[in-house]
């Protein structure tokens, strides 16, 4: 008996692919409410502590903004479904632009009220992760205008390739300095030592599984630019 070759538009596909955008949604409120309950929890008690506005502007502004840039433009995307190839761009555009905001603005706040920032692998990694951000805003205005663009000689295929693997960098150190913080002593004390650890794990999970339509789409691109 010959079997049928996998159906990637059947009903099976269709649900695992929503049942899989469902599950890193559950993931990304997860990831962003623990730090976010762990800011305000102790804004409450020292008002001048400014590492807490920190984690206020960051984490939204990379684990929920800057991942729904990633989800908007994915198949199967709960928001985006109705969307066309337009607006979903229009909308990818908006959450980068939103999401660097808070990005840089958090970034430079901490660096200007506090003297130690980058002796711990959490402040070298948010520095290379914000040094991706606004690099990746630069390729974002070059893969939007990209006729515009061309007149000076960068290729559409090149702005376009650039920008994903500047926004994949940026995402994916941001990740790893949230799990530094993660492994901070006054995270432990709060959430207890098990737990930081389950943070860790999910924010890897999270951040790995959030990856994979990009990199896919990164790689065809490369390949169809090779071509």
């Not at 999970?205 to 390949?223: A, D, E, M, Q, S």
Request: charge should be positive; include cysteine; charged fraction near 10%.
């Amino acid at each position: 008996m010959v079997q049928k070759p996998f159906n990637f538009e059947g009903k099976s596909f269709k649900v695992s692919m929503f049942s899989y955008n469902v599950f890193l949604h559950v993931l990304t409120g997860i990831i962003v409410a623990i730090p976010l309950v762990y800011a305000f929890s102790f804004v409450k008690e020292n008002q001048s502590n400014h590492v807490y506005l920190h984690i206020l502007l960051l984490v939204p502004g990379f684990q929920l903004l800057m991942g729904q840039s990633f989800l908007g433009l994915a198949p199967y995307n709960s928001w985006s479904t109705e969307l066309n190839t337009v607006e979903k761009r229009r909308a990818h555009w908006i959450l980068a632009l939103l999401s660097s905001i808070l990005v840089i603005v958090g970034s430079f706040y901490i660096m200007v009220l506090k003297s130690s920032n980058f002796y711990s692998m959490h402040g070298k990694f948010g520095l290379v992760a914000l040094v991706f951000t606004m690099v990746n805003l630069f390729t974002g205005v070059a893969a939007l205008y990209t006729t515009a663009f061309k007149k000076i000689w960068i290729p559409p295929f090149l702005s376009k390739i650039t920008h994903l693997v500047f926004g994949l960098a940026a995402f994916v150190t941001s990740g790893v300095s949230l799990c530094y913080s993660y492994d901070k002593s006054t995270f432990k004390n709060w959430i207890g030592a098990d737990a930081a650890f389950a943070c860790i794990i999910l924010t890897g999970i999270f951040t790995g599984l959030l990856c994979i339509n990009p990199v896919y789409t990164t790689y065809k691109r490369v390949i169809t630019a090779l071509k």
